[in-house]
């Protein structure tokens, strides 16, 4: 069974994946990009963007918390903020897609 930050990290690769895909079909197609992939793109760029920041602060080294004595059961600290901090940054990608959607919406 896989641990919430594998399936995380599995999720930004196939984003950033998809989005690199997205953007070749996009720049090389003649007419008009399927109208579902054009959603799916500002999806995955809101995940794949904001999971990125979440990403760049832990990598920075904030909310990691100091060495400690390790005592068993073992439940690192860094796990912890690490979810929160994915939870948090989802939440201001829901809010994104939501003024995206609101707001503008896609025009064709």
Do not use: Q
Not at 3 to 31: D, N, P, W
Request: aromatic residues 18%; charged residues 15%.
């Amino acid at each position: 069974m896989m641990v919430m930050e594998e399936k995380i990290s599995k999720a930004h690769r196939i984003t950033g994946i998809y989005l690199f895909i997205y953007m070749i079909v996009h720049v090389l197609s003649k007419g008009p990009v399927c109208f579902f992939a054009d959603w799916m793109a500002v999806f995955a760029f809101a995940f794949h963007a904001f999971n990125g920041m979440r990403l760049i602060i832990l990598e920075l080294g904030f909310l990691i918390g100091k060495p400690a004595f390790i005592e068993y059961p073992y439940s690192p600290v860094s796990i912890k903020y690490s979810r929160i901090l994915f939870y948090v940054f989802m939440a201001l990608a829901i809010l994104f897609l939501a003024v995206v959607i609101i707001g503008k919406g896609m025009t064709s």
